[in-house]
Structures are given as C-alpha cells and as structure tokens.
C-alpha cells in the first residue's frame, strides 16, 4: 500500500516561513491535500489538488508537489497556525485514501 | 452550506458492534463525484480512513479493516451509515465523517468535516 512519511514535529519563529513535507514515491503524480487540525476540532481542508486554497484559506497557505515531495509552506506564521498538519493523497493503484502520519507544527 | 454531524453511542461493550450515522446537508449524495466518507482518530494518534461511499453507491474500504465495516447510505433521509463489528478497546477513537469530492483522481478529498463523535470500548 502506499505511505505518506510527514516529520512528527516543525517549530517556526513568528513572522517566519513553515514548510512541512509529505514524502512519498512519485508522489508528484498525485494530487495532494493538506489539512489542519487545531486541538479538540474536526480537520480543516487548507490546500487541494497540491496548491489550490479553498474559499476562506488565508493566501499565506501554499502548496507544491513534484518528485517525491509534496511541501505545504505557511508564511508570515502565526501563533494561531499551531496545530497538526496532515497530507493526503487518492492511491488508485490500492483504490484507497491514504492519509500521512500528521506533523505537529510549534509556533516558538 | 454543507454540514455533516455524526451520531451514535458514546459507549461500547468489546465485542458489540457499533452502528454510527452521519446526517448531512447541503448537498445531494446523488451529484456525480460526491461521496462521505468515515475516518477515525485514535487518542494523540493520526488520522486513518476507513470507509468510503459514492453517488452511485460503490463502496470502498481502507485495509486495515475492511473485514469488519459497512457503509450503506439513505439518500431520501440524507443519512450514511457505518457499521463496525467486533468493537474492542483499540477501537475507541474520535469518528469522522466527511463530503468527498473529486470526479478524478488528483481531487478526491474531504473538503467538508463533521465535528467527530468520541467512541470509547470499554466493558
């Protein structure tokens, strides 16, 4: 089956720029989408189909996808941008969802 | 506006099955490319996808636990269903379900949540 390989954990300085990375093989070939959970709520879908916002995103949420990295950067990070992070891809070869293992983002 | 709310019991007995009900609005589960799918939370653990249905009702499951899940849909009562056989503590998580979109294979996401109903397995 195929994995999604995300850092456990990104600290970032307010004002600075966060990328978290999503690994996965020609993960480039599929359409990637990040999600943010806060503590306690439901996840939020911040980008789709590797660099696209949803209506009600801020722009500081971006994406990019190509070789074997996916990468969702957040600039100008704020203190109410801690929270879990998630990538996830359609696999068509497994017919399957596949979610990565969440990276927990600290603002310093 | 589209809204998901998940439903069912708080509490389960190891071995029982558990049914939970997601109700929606604000879209049709019979517009071409729309699906609801079911993913869980263990406590402090990552997401993990269990169960997806479509318009045309096709069924897909995740790996990892197919043997023992159902999802079924209601489109005159804008309700779908998950069943889970033979709860055991492992299972207690936060259950999710969600508005899947995407008639190709680089869109299919969940771009709508519900807040999550917490299931604890406990005798």
């Known amino acids: 089956s195929y994995v999604l390989t995300q850092p456990p954990s990104v600290s970032v300085a307010p004002g600075r720029t966060a990328t978290i990375s999503c690994g996965g093989s020609n993960i480039g070939d599929k359409g990637v989408h990040w999600y943010q959970q806060k503590p306690g709520q439901a996840p939020v879908l911040v980008v789709f189909?590797?660099?696209d916002r949803p209506s009600g995103i801020s722009e500081r949420f971006s994406g990019s996808n190509s070789g074997d990295t996916a990468t969702l950067t957040i600039s100008h990070v704020e203190a109410g941008d801690e929270a879990d992070y998630y990538c996830?891809?359609?696999?068509?070869?497994?017919?399957?969802?596949?979610f990565g293992g969440g990276t927990k983002l600290t603002v310093l | 506006q589209i809204t998901l709310k998940e439903s069912g019991p708080t509490l389960v007995k190891p071995t029982q099955t558990l049914t939970l009900t997601c109700t929606f609005s604000g879209f049709s589960l019979t517009t071409s490319g729309v699906g609801v799918g079911w993913i869980r939370q263990s406590p402090g653990k990552a997401l993990e996808w269990l169960a997806l249905i479509y318009w045309d009702d096709d069924k897909i499951y995740g790996p990892s636990l197919k043997d023992r899940l159902t999802i079924t849909k209601d489109t005159s009562k804008n309700q779908v269903l998950l069943t889970m056989t033979n709860l055991q503590p492992v299972d207690t998580a936060t259950y999710y379900c969600?508005?899947?979109?995407?008639?190709?294979?680089?869109?299919?996401?969940?771009?709508?949540w519900g807040q999550g109903t917490l299931v604890t397995v406990s005798s």
């Open positions: 189909s590797d660099s």
């Open positions: 969600a508005h899947f979109f995407g008639d190709y294979n680089s869109a299919r996401r969940f771009d709508y």
């Open positions: 996830q891809v359609w696999d068509s070869n497994s017919v399957s969802v596949v």
